[in-house]
């Protein structure tokens, strides 16, 4: 039997998603194409939120080798809401596999409105992952993202104590690059994430972005929402961007500091309800 007839078959699932705006003012599904492991539903959501689109992995999580790219176009003065089922799960990778590839890319139309509002990824010991989000946003187009990333379930006794973890943001605005911005954590994990210049005793991190001409303006709703946070976190604003970062000792503690904040910041940006995506609250 050939060598090679022993390596385990990786998945390399794609997802293409535009979303226009129709003559009559509201927001419709231009283009979709889908390849497993990705796939995209489209949920009734409330007549007072934009349009929803949910992504998901039939696979189950990722681990070594495995690929994933999600290209999102919000056009010209459309608004939509992307997000996922579930926390992704990425799984200790087998030797010499190579490292799980997720790329997300988002192009922001002009007077268009997007938010991309994933949930966690939890990154299991021994596994590999380099993940890219980039996000081209027009002059008067606005963006709101979050990421989420947990070190392990800790609950059930599980830590990311050996593996690779690259993950990388570029956001562009009228077609100039405002921030870039990398994590790389490889070799001795339990030693660099509890370093006091890492994240010390904290198991989870997020990063919200929000995009826009009236990002400075947002900073300070995002500065009161977290007034009464009892997490170590932070906001600053430059350059039409606003940047939140949160860490937590408790992965639930941090789940709840990010949806609080996600509901303010739209609410007060965009003038939608103050909530989540259901599948937030499955």
């Known amino acids: 039997m050939k060598a090679n007839a022993y390596l385990h078959q990786r998945v390399d699932g794609e997802a293409r998603i535009a979303f226009r705006r129709r003559v009559d003012g509201a927001t419709a599904l231009a283009d979709l194409f889908q390849r497993a492991p990705c796939r995209v539903l489209f949920p009734t959501t409330e007549a007072d939120e934009p349009v929803q689109a949910v992504l998901l992995t039939?696979?189950?999580?990722?681990?070594?080798?495995?690929?994933?790219?999600?290209?999102?176009?919000?056009?010209?003065?459309?608004?939509?809401?992307?997000?996922?089922?579930?926390?992704?799960?990425?799984?200790?990778?087998?030797?010499?596999?190579?490292?799980?590839v997720v790329q997300v890319e988002l192009r922001v139309g002009d007077g268009a409105w997007a938010e991309w509002l994933a949930q966690e990824t939890i990154v299991f010991d021994g596994s590999r992952l380099r993940r890219l989000f980039t996000a081209e946003v027009a002059a008067t187009g606005r963006l709101l993202a979050v990421e989420s990333i947990v070190f392990g379930r800790t609950a059930m006794g599980e830590h990311f104590n050996s593996g690779v973890l690259h993950d990388s943001w570029r956001i562009s605005r009228a077609g100039r690059l405002i921030w870039a911005d990398a994590l790389r954590l490889e070799g001795d994990l339990k030693r660099l994430r509890t370093a006091p210049f890492g994240f010390g005793t904290s198991v989870a991190c997020a990063t919200l972005v929000y995009v826009g001409a009236d990002a400075s303006q947002q900073l300070s709703e995002a500065r009161r929402l977290l007034s009464g946070c009892p997490l170590p976190c932070g906001a600053t604003s430059l350059d039409g961007i606003m940047l939140v970062r949160i860490m937590a000792d408790d992965a639930s503690e941090l789940r709840t500091a990010v949806m609080n904040l996600i509901a303010g910041i739209r609410a007060a940006a965009a003038s939608l309800p103050a909530r989540l995506p259901r599948v937030w609250h499955c």
């Open 58 to 100: 039939t696979s189950g999580g990722l681990t070594g080798g495995d690929r994933t790219r999600v290209a999102i176009s919000v056009e010209s003065h459309a608004r939509a809401t992307l997000t996922t089922q579930a926390a992704e799960k990425i799984y200790r990778a087998l030797p010499n596999t190579g490292d799980a």
